[in-house]
Structures are given as structure tokens and as C-alpha cells.
């Protein structure tokens, strides 16, 4: 079972092609520019054609549902519609905080991802080591005590929040996974294969991005 994977949440623009839960081949490029409406639908043919598949081989579309930024989520959002749409397949709307949350594997303590928003404010999102979620994803301006309950194990932090959060957040047991900046569709796989099994999709017609926030065009 053959399903695409699209993640455009952050300026990372990612696709990968999965069957049965494991990546065969990814494309990505983390763009300053977010030429994601430039590079999505490229990336997305090329990796069709290198794994000699055709789209009619497709089961299921997965995409990254957000928060995020909201020209990207919304370019990545209406690609993967239009194939579902095309093809009459399954639509599967991702957690991206639980996507970037694994991109780390740790004994024990906490994983905080962390997405920038607008000044101090963060997207962010709890989960213990074993990916179980413990605080919901949250909308949050940054202080000096933010995530202080968190006292007994290691916090980890990833994202592209995290040069906001180092000037912020002082505790001993944080640490900063500076290598792990934007989610990707590589650890989209496995978690889109499991909602398939369990037909955990959403409308084609009438799902929107989870964009917490309401957008705002600067002047």
C-alpha cells in the first residue's frame, strides 16, 4: 500500500512516498524563500516516476495538518486535494508537532516541539519518550517560566523556535536539539500508515488547515 506524504508546514518543503508505513524516497529543501509552489508538485512527480509508479498507484494522500505557517500548509493542503480528489482516495491530515516530535529517540524525559510564531510566541506541544501526548498543541508566549512543571527528567526542545527559546528558557534539565529544525515527511510514514489502517480520514472536500491562529497580512 503505496501512500504520498506532504509536509509544507515550516520554510521545509518535503515529500515522501511510503508502502506500508516505510519511506522509499524523499525530496525536500528547506528554502529561506518557501518556494514551496514552485518545488511541490516537481517533487512530487519526480518521485513517482523514480519509484516507477503511477499515480493511479496511490492509496492514500497524507498531509501535514499544521499549525505552521499559513501560506504553506495551504499550498500543501490544496495539492494533496486535488490528487485525492483526482484519484478518489483517502485524505489522512497529519499532527505536524507529533511529526517533528519524532524526529528524536530519547531514553526518558519530555520532547517539546516548537514552531515560530510571531514575536515571543510559539506553536508548541508536549510528548513523553514514548510519544504520548501530555499537553495539547498550544499557541504560547515564551517567559521565563514556561515549561517549569517539567523539574524531573530532561526537556527536549526542537524546532525552528529554538534561537527565541535559548534567550528565554534557562532551566538546567532543557536541552536544545539544534540539529532537528523542521518536521519532514520521512516521519510522516509510519504514523500516516497507521491511520490508514484504521480509516482515520478526513473530508476531501471540506478539511482546512489547523492554523490555530487567525492569519494576518503585514502592510
Known amino acids: 500500500m503505496y ?18 508505513g516505510k519511506v522509499l524516497s524523499t525530496r525536500e ?4 524563500g518557501y518556494s514551496h509552489a514552485e518545488k511541490l508538485h516537481v517533487f512530487i512527480e519526480e518521485l513517482i516516476t523514480q519509484e516507477g509508479l503511477q499515480f493511479k498507484d496511490l492509496h492514500a494522500v497524507a498531509v501535514s495538518k ?5 501560506t504553506g500548509l495551504r ?3 490544496s495539492a494533496a486535494k486535488g490528487i485525492c480528489y483526482a484519484l ?13 516530535a519524532q524526529q528524536i529517540n530519547v531514553e526518558s524525559g519530555y520532547i517539546v516541539p516548537m514552531l515560530d510564531a510571531r514575536r515571543m510566541e510559539v506553536y508548541d506541544a508536549v510528548f513523553s519518550a514514548e510519544f504520548e501526548q501530555i499537553q495539547a498543541v498550544s499557541a504560547k508566549v515564551l517567559h521565563e517560566t514556561s515549561y517549569a512543571e517539567f ?11 529554538l534561537e527565541k527559546a535559548q534567550t528565554i ?20 510514514a509510519q504514523i500516516s500508515y497507521q491511520m490508514f489502517q484504521k480509516s482515520d480520514f478526513v473530508d476531501v472536500a471540506y478539511f482546512e488547515p489547523f492554523y490555530l491562529k487567525e492569519f494576518y497580512f503585514g502592510k
Request: hydrophobic residues 40%; charged residues 20%.
Open 88 to 100: 478518489q482516495i483517502p485524505l489522512l491530515a497529519v499532527d505536524t508537532m507529533r511529526v517533528l
Open 29 to 32: 529543501i528547506a528554502d529561506t
Open 75 to 77: 499550498i500543501g493542503v
Open 3 to 20: 501512500i504520498l506524504n506532504i509536509e509544507t508546514s515550516t520554510k521545509n518543503c518535503s515529500v515522501s512516498i511510503a508502502f506500508e
Open 169 to 188: 528558557l534557562k532551566q538546567e534539565n532543557f536541552v536544545f536539539c539544534e540539529m532537528n529544525r523542521y518536521p519532514s515527511s520521512k516521519q510522516m
Open 66 to 70: 499544521g499549525p505552521g505557517s499559513y
Open 151 to 161: 523539574k524531573d527528567k530532561p526537556v527536549y526542545f526542537l524546532g525552528d523556535a
